[in-house]
């Protein structure tokens, strides 16, 4: 086959072993005649999946493999693939098979042919697309997250929501540094973050229904679209891990006040040893709740690395609630401010302190991916 590469087809997998190779087979099918490689990207799955694409890259030099350690994420899956190649046309399909990879090659001249033309996406909810055997409450939350993500992009896409797409590998490199990488949604990250208006087709495919493995859909995956959503909008502003570390610690606060509450009332407790009790109680829960939702991405596991983490977290977290009172009395007794103007300026050091130390010293400890 003479020329260089004319198409990258990034795969991002987790626990995909069973579908790998039949993957590379459809590939090989739709894409005969062209030039093309598969990188398989991997975040290091337990069931084998990056040994399986090895295995078939030892055969095929079209298979190439990225076997991610302690990084987790699509979007940023996709980053990676998309960046490691140097064919100059680069698509993103699912490993689950779900995807119609037929529209590749159609795909690829629409691109080849038009050169004003960025990125071709295939969508399910053009006239002659469809969700295949989605159940009513899948299709419902899809039609939200569409709105939200079409007022979010003020773009005429039928499909915003769409994980299948070919784009040109050199504007995504332009565009790397300013992605979030957050979620599921990699589209969304693109079409948003670019300071131009992207020219695109859309494409109509049937999603399929899956035949092997597990799908990895969750409720974390709704919170994740969100979380790219509010990033978009307001992340230059406050940054949304930060504000999503804010967030669970009004919860705590709330976790606070009722365990408080039930121990100094109905128990013969007094009030500072159950004032005590709470406090702990409401680090526990803002220590999971962080480590399940805010740094979801670098979140420990393991009873050692869960025990160190919830240790540092809440010796982080008194310090701060020194800091807390301290800033507050300052302020209140030597500055002569307000009592709510203190209390909030203290809350408002406390958090600071905690999410920048937390950040740093409970789950920055283990070398994972820093986050946004």
Not at 35 to 47: G, H, K, L, Q, T
Not at 330 to 358: H, P
Request: net charge neutral; glycine share 8%.
């Amino acid at each position: 086959m003479n020329g260089g590469l004319e198409l990258a087809v990034v795969v991002p997998v987790f626990n995909e072993r069973a579908n790998v190779a039949l993957l590379v087979e459809r590939l090989d099918k739709a894409l005969a005649g062209r030039r093309w490689e598969a990188i398989f990207v991997d975040d290091d799955s337990p069931d084998g999946t990056a040994e399986a694409a090895r295995d078939l890259a030892l055969a095929d030099a079209r298979v190439r493999v990225i076997q991610r350690i302690g990084r987790r994420g699509l979007s940023t899956a996709c980053l990676e693939g998309m960046c490691a190649t140097a064919a100059p046309l680069v698509a993103v399909i699912d490993g689950d098979l779900q995807h119609d990879e037929t529209l590749l090659p159609m795909m690829l001249d629409m691109l080849e042919q038009d050169p004003e033309l960025d990125l071709v996406i295939g969508s399910r909810f053009m006239e002659g697309g469809g969700t295949g055997d989605w159940d009513r409450d899948r299709a419902a939350k899809s039609a939200i997250a569409t709105k939200l993500s079409r007022q979010v992009l003020k773009a005429d896409l039928t499909d915003p929501m769409s994980g299948f797409f070919m784009i040109r590998t050199a504007l995504v490199r332009d565009l790397v540094p300013m992605l979030s990488g957050i979620g599921f949604k990699i589209l969304l990250d693109i079409m948003t973050a670019s300071p131009r208006r992207l020219r695109f087709r859309e494409l109509p495919y049937v999603f399929r229904s899956r035949q092997r493995g597990e799908s990895k859909l969750d409720h974390v995956v709704a919170l994740e679209f969100l979380i790219a959503l509010y990033d978009r909008m307001f992340g230059r502003i406050v940054p949304v891990r930060f504000a999503m570390f804010a967030a669970v610690g009004g919860l705590g606060a709330a976790v606070h006040m009722i365990v408080v509450a039930l121990l100094y009332t109905g128990t013969p407790l007094p009030f500072v040893p159950s004032t005590a009790i709470a406090t702990l109680v409401a680090m526990t829960f803002n220590f999971f709740l962080n480590n399940a939702l805010t740094y979801r991405d670098r979140r420990l596991k393991g009873a050692r690395e869960l025990f160190d983490g919830w240790v540092s977290f809440c010796i982080v977290c008194s310090v701060g609630a020194v800091a807390n009172v301290g800033i507050a009395a300052f302020l209140y007794g030597v500055e002569n401010g307000g009592w709510a103007v203190s209390a909030l300026a203290g809350i408002l050091v406390a958090a600071v302190w905690n999410f920048a130390l937390s950040s740093r010293f409970t789950w920055g400890r283990y070398g994972r991916k820093p986050g946004v």
